[in-house]
T-cell receptor, first 115, second 116 residues
Framework: GQQVMQIPQYQHVQEGEDFTTYCNSS?????IQWYKQRPGGHPVFLIQ?????EVKKQKRLTFQFGEAKKNSSLHITATQTTDVGTYFC???????????????FGKGTKLSVIP | GAGVSQSPRYKVAKRGQDVALRCDPI?????LFWYQQALGQGPEFLTY????????KSGLPSDRFFAERPEGSVSTLKIQRTQQEDSAVYLC??????????????FGPGTRLTVL
């Protein structure tokens, strides 16, 4: 079935440094979503990308969807301590293929920011 | 406005006990998902409801897991004869429309289940 791989698993950065997490799928995705989960919290939706090559920005966050719609990235410029958390990408599909309503999450990238 | 709520927030069960986890989605949300999240992992899909219809239960790990949403709002995830490997956080999420994975999902705070 479809898998979504995320790298790196962990990232420690100094406050003010940039951060990037990458998401790769074994199959072409119709869309991809990004979520953030703060320590002890629940996932919170950040954004959805649908078009090939799409780039979206939210303040210091930049999201990209690859031309082949098989990969995506999230880049944070000048990290702040409020950026701490685990960032997940999620794509549709999964085990059951046709008729599946699954959203398959990557394992996430855990970001630590050193003040 | 009110978000997705789940109860209980924490549950400790002895191995072999049955448990029931409740999810109150955002009012009017058509789609409802259950996920299992192990420590340090991403949420893993369990099952999906569109209103009261369970359209996808391919992620339920065994026949000990059962979910229902009889009136298209509140949902219950039931685990029978709990095992230690069932220990995890169980997350419920809802979204507005029937376009299940094309819409933002709103997650509840989760129920942390510990099976001793």
């Amino acid at each position: 079935g479809q898998q979504v791989m995320q790298i790196p698993q962990y990232q420690h950065v100094q406050e003010g440094e940039d951060f990037t997490t990458y998401c790769n799928s074994s199959t072409t995705l119709s869309n991809i979503q990004w979520y953030k989960q703060r320590p002890g919290g629940h996932p919170v939706f950040l954004i959805q990308l649908v078009k090939s090559g799409e780039v979206k920005k939210q303040k210091r966050l930049t999201f990209q969807f690859g031309e082949a719609k098989k990969n995506s990235s999230l880049h944070i410029t000048a990290t702040q301590t409020t950026d701490v958390g685990t960032y997940f990408c999620a794509g549709p599909g999964g085990y059951s293929g046709a008729g599946s309503y699954q959203l398959t999450f990557g394992k996430g990238t855990k970001l630590s920011v050193i003040p | 406005g009110a978000g997705v709520s789940q109860s209980p927030r924490y549950k400790v069960a002895k191995r072999g006990q049955d448990v029931a986890l409740r999810c109150d989605p955002i009012s009017g949300h058509v789609s409802l998902f259950w996920y299992q999240q192990a420590l340090g992992q991403g949420p893993e899909f369990l099952t999906y409801f569109q209103n009261e219809a369970q359209l996808d239960k391919s992620g339920l790990p065994s026949d000990r897991f059962f979910a229902e949403r009889p009136e298209g709002s509140v949902s219950t995830l039931k685990i029978q004869r709990t095992q230690q490997e069932d220990s995890a956080v169980y997350l419920c999420a809802s979204s507005l429309s029937r376009l299940a994975f094309y819409n933002e999902q709103f997650f509840g705070p989760g129920t942390r289940l510990t099976v001793l």
